[in-house]
Structures are given as C-alpha cells and as structure tokens.
C-alpha cells in the first residue's frame, strides 16, 4: 500500500517531468535542450581549463573524467536541438544562435565535427600530465570559438 505523502510525491515528480518535458513554464523545447548541452561542454571545460591555468592543482583522474565527459557529449547527437525557427531573430528572448547556422554555406556540422575530433583527443591525454593536457585543449577552445564567432549572437 502506498502511503499518502508518498504518493503525493510521486505525482508532484511526475507533473514535474511532464512539465519539464513539454518546455515547463515556457520557452521552447529545442533552445533548452542545446543550452544544457552546452552548459555540459562549459562544466567540463571549466574544469579542465582551471587546471591548465593553475587555479587548481592538476589531477589526472578528474581531468580523465572531464575530458572523457567532453568527449562522451561530443558524440550526442544535436539534430533535434537545431530546429529552424529556433533563432535569435525568430526567439530573442531565447536564442543567441545565429539564423546564419540554418543557411546554405554553413559550416557549423563541419566545425562541430571538428570539436568532437579535438575533445576525443583531449580526453587520449588529460590524463597524461598538466602540459600534455593543457596543449590538447588548443584545438577544442579554437573550435569553440570558431563556431561562437560565426554562429552565436553577442551578448548586449
């Protein structure tokens, strides 16, 4: 038998992923889904990129698991996350993505897969000692950048 409190909660958990799952108390589905994405690849930067400036002592084991967590959510796939009309000019309030991202021409699936080459070999190394791990992150940030740069809406 299920006692009261007990199943109160599992509907208030439930109700909450619903709400959670069609977009909650608004915005769109898609924009959140990418910016928790990238909130995993910033997490996990974060923490490599203390290391390599020396803010905190360097560890292999935790640059190993930030590392192979880059790389692990590299490999996700984005598909349902970069919908057209998902843009800064069509969600302004929501959206920094460029509608640039969704037009011919448009390099963002290569540089994407260029960052995913880079955080696989960043993850080989993170291991293998501060410098080591330190030189490997070079080509993750330069992906980062180049897709931000070209793709992503200054903040005002």
């Not at 967590?69 to 984005?78: G, I, K, P, T, W």
Request: hydrophobic share 40%.
């Amino acid at each position: 038998m299920i006692r009261k409190p007990l199943a109160l909660g599992l509907v208030a958990v439930l109700a909450l992923s619903g709400a959670a799952y069609s977009g909650g108390h608004g915005g769109n589905p898609a924009v959140k889904a990418r910016k928790a994405h990238m909130q995993l690849y910033s997490f996990n930067l974060g923490t490599l990129g203390a290391m390599a400036k020396g803010e905190v002592e360097y560890d292999a084991e935790t640059a190993s698991t930030a590392a192979n967590n880059l790389a692990a959510v590299s490999q996700l796939s984005q598909r349902g996350y970069w919908l057209p009309g998902t843009s800064s000019d069509d969600l302004p309030d929501e959206s920094r993505a460029l509608p640039a991202l969704w037009q011919e021409g448009s390099k963002a699936g290569e540089i994407g897969g260029k960052f995913a080459e880079a955080a696989a070999a960043l993850a080989a190394v993170a291991g293998d000692g501060k410098d080591a791990m330190a030189a490997a992150m070079g080509p993750v940030g330069k992906a980062c950048g180049d897709c931000h740069e070209a793709y992503r809406k200054p903040r005002n």
